[in-house]
């Protein structure tokens, strides 16, 4: 490879190092939730906020019509913490975070750190 094929590579890895950076980030903590039976059977509202905000983030503004809509997981838990709540008893009650939320928190991910996309 020439030095110019080099540099071109090399700058089109930057322009998305941010991206695999959240990708790895992602991968490691669904590992973590699947692979805790415990974490895994109350988890899945975790992984799935933290993947939709991931796919999210790496489509194009162009191919939105509207804003993108990232998500906070504890707005996402609170709503069918309400719903659930509202159901059994008819009086919502504040959500417990899981130990998922924790780790994806530590992982740094959209939706449960405080990050520039969204503050969570």
């Known amino acids: ?24 980030a992602y991968r490691r903590f669904a590992q973590r939730v ?6 895994a059977s109350k988890g899945a509202s975790e992984v799935l906020v933290a993947f939709h905000n991931l796919v999210t983030m790496s489509i194009g503004n162009e191919w939105f019509s509207y ?14 913490g309400e719903r ?8 919502p009650g ?3 975070e899981a130990p998922s939320g924790a780790w994806a928190r530590a992982e740094n991910l959209v939706g449960f750190a405080d ?6």
């Open 1 to 24: 490879m020439d030095e110019k094929t080099a540099k071109g590579a090399e700058a089109l890895c930057s322009k998305f190092a941010g991206e695999i950076r959240d990708v790895l």
């Open 34 to 39: 699947w692979g805790n039976t415990t974490a």
């Open 67 to 80: 804003p993108k809509s990232l998500y906070c997981h504890r707005e996402v838990r609170s709503r069918l």
């Open 84 to 91: 659930a709540e509202a159901v059994a008893t008819a009086t």
């Open 94 to 96: 504040p959500a417990e």
């Open 115 to 120: 990050r520039p996309e969204k503050s969570c």
